[in-house]
């Protein structure tokens, strides 16, 4: 059975007429199924909740890649119910990368339901899909709770990417890439002087830092912190990708 | 610690310091600090400006900074003009180039696989 739960921006008017276009299709294509509207007072945890208790198979959130987001920070541990994405909306970053970048392409990928299992990061109880941006200073890093790790410059900047969602990737690299650049002038903010960038594969990160840690999570800004531990979650959902991914 | 099938290269950079040992498959470039031992099974490159402080085992080497402790390399070690050895090294062949500084002991096997391949192989004289 399948479930749709469309994002909490698609009520407004402008998007009607292509939101009827795609139930048409999905009607067509005999996959259409229960619809959920997101609102803002909406936990899209429970909507999820009681997707699974009525027995949905496929959930499949319509919106962008902020509505995909949301949605597998509710999946993990429930890898037999496959998620999918109809991206309708100005973030597609994700979408591209899971080759569902438009409306009608999402519903031919439903239809087709071309599952890859992928690993997920995550950063604190917060799960990511394609990686986080980090920036602080004067920190101390713990790799695999073995190594430790310091910069020797005043700032740095530190993204983990999960390689299991790379485009030529079948999902199934047990690692997360860390990639670490000290910025040896701090004041020159456009015309910084960066050293070379370090690249370390590893399954866990532990971040101290004595000054705030900027953090964004899949290009979302999200609250600073002073300590973060990011990890891997190893094939912890099942997403419908498009045809042409590899997978 | 980066234990995986396919050949991958983990780079830390000038500027980063690695404290811990350090193990797995794949290759390593150099060109910060670690301080700690380093066992890989791939190509190891200590580059200009980098130091180890530590013992080192590697496939294959390619030396242009500084190391103090041990180096065990199974094949190949290149000690560039810039590289700077102060332990035993250990290897199957080995090139120093000229302004390279080592002090320790060489160790070589030095059997090359040409001189294996081309040496005829022996017959019993007949009755």
């Given at each position: 059975m399948y479930f749709y739960i469309y994002d909490e921006f698609l009520s407004h008017p402008k998007w009607q007429t292509r939101l009827a276009k795609m139930e048409s299709r999905l009607s067509l294509l005999g996959i259409k199924g229960p619809v959920n509207h997101l609102r803002p007072l909406t936990k899209i945890t429970e909507v999820v909740t009681r997707a699974i208790t009525r027995g949905a198979k496929t959930l499949i959130v319509v919106g962008d890649d902020r509505t995909l987001l949301k949605l597998i920070n509710c999946m993990?541990?429930?890898?037999k119910i496959a998620c999918g994405l109809v991206c309708l909306g100005p973030m597609n970053k994700l979408a591209e990368t899971l080759y569902l970048d438009g409306e009608q392409v999402g519903v031919e990928a439903i239809a087709a339901r071309k599952l890859l299992c992928v690993n997920l990061g995550k950063v604190n109880k917060t799960f990511f899909l394609q990686r986080i941006d980090l920036s602080t200073s004067k920190f101390t890093a713990i790799i695999d709770d073995k190594l430790i790790i310091k910069t020797t410059s005043p700032q740095s900047h530190i993204s983990i990417l999960n390689p299991s969602l790379a485009y030529n990737s079948r999902g199934d690299v047990d690692y997360l890439d860390c990639h670490i650049t000290p910025i040896k002038n701090r004041l020159l903010a456009v015309k910084s002087i960066k050293s070379g960038t370090s690249r370390i594969p590893i399954k866990k990160l532990t971040i101290k830092s004595q000054e705030p840690i900027t953090i964004r999570v899949d290009q979302e800004k999200k609250p600073n912190v002073y300590s973060l531990t990011a990890g891997i979650a190893p094939q912890a959902i099942n997403l419908i990708v498009g045809r042409k991914r590899i997978g | 610690m980066f234990e995986k099938n396919e050949h991958s290269v983990t780079i830390i950079g000038e500027g980063v310091k690695l404290e811990g040992d350090f193990s797995g498959q794949g290759d390593l470039e150099l060109y910060g600090e670690i301080r700690g031992n380093v066992a890989i099974s791939g190509f190891i490159k200590i580059g200009r400006g980098s130091t180890i402080n530590a013992n080192v085992s590697a496939e294959r080497a390619e030396i242009a900074g500084y190391i103090k402790g041990k180096l065990v390399v199974k094949k190949d070690v290149d000690l560039l003009a810039s590289a700077e050895v102060h332990g035993d090294i250990k290897t199957h062949q080995i090139t120093v180039a000229k302004g390279a500084r080592i002090s320790g002991k060489i160790i070589t096997d030095g059997k090359s696989e040409t001189t294996e391949k081309s040496a005829p192989n022996k017959k019993e004289p007949s009755d």
């Amino acid at each position: 059975m399948y479930f749709y739960i469309y994002d909490e921006f698609l009520s407004h008017p402008k998007w009607q007429t292509r939101l009827a276009k795609m139930e048409s299709r999905l009607s067509l294509l005999g996959i259409k199924g229960p619809v959920n509207h997101l609102r803002p007072l909406t936990k899209i945890t429970e909507v999820v909740t009681r997707a699974i208790t009525r027995g949905a198979k496929t959930l499949i959130v319509v919106g962008d890649d902020r509505t995909l987001l949301k949605l597998i920070n509710c999946m993990p541990n429930r890898k037999k119910i496959a998620c999918g994405l109809v991206c309708l909306g100005p973030m597609n970053k994700l979408a591209e990368t899971l080759y569902l970048d438009g409306e009608q392409v999402g519903v031919e990928a439903i239809a087709a339901r071309k599952l890859l299992c992928v690993n997920l990061g995550k950063v604190n109880k917060t799960f990511f899909l394609q990686r986080i941006d980090l920036s602080t200073s004067k920190f101390t890093a713990i790799i695999d709770d073995k190594l430790i790790i310091k910069t020797t410059s005043p700032q740095s900047h530190i993204s983990i990417l999960n390689p299991s969602l790379a485009y030529n990737s079948r999902g199934d690299v047990d690692y997360l890439d860390c990639h670490i650049t000290p910025i040896k002038n701090r004041l020159l903010a456009v015309k910084s002087i960066k050293s070379g960038t370090s690249r370390i594969p590893i399954k866990k990160l532990t971040i101290k830092s004595q000054e705030p840690i900027t953090i964004r999570v899949d290009q979302e800004k999200k609250p600073n912190v002073y300590s973060l531990t990011a990890g891997i979650a190893p094939q912890a959902i099942n997403l419908i990708v498009g045809r042409k991914r590899i997978g | 610690m980066f234990e995986k099938n396919e050949h991958s290269v983990t780079i830390i950079g000038e500027g980063v310091k690695l404290e811990g040992d350090f193990s797995g498959q794949g290759d390593l470039e150099l060109y910060g600090e670690i301080r700690g031992n380093v066992a890989i099974s791939g190509f190891i490159k200590i580059g200009r400006g980098s130091t180890i402080n530590a013992n080192v085992s590697a496939e294959r080497a390619e030396i242009a900074g500084y190391i103090k402790g041990k180096l065990v390399v199974k094949k190949d070690v290149d000690l560039l003009a810039s590289a700077e050895v102060h332990g035993d090294i250990k290897t199957h062949q080995i090139t120093v180039a000229k302004g390279a500084r080592i002090s320790g002991k060489i160790i070589t096997d030095g059997k090359s696989e040409t001189t294996e391949k081309s040496a005829p192989n022996k017959k019993e004289p007949s009755d």
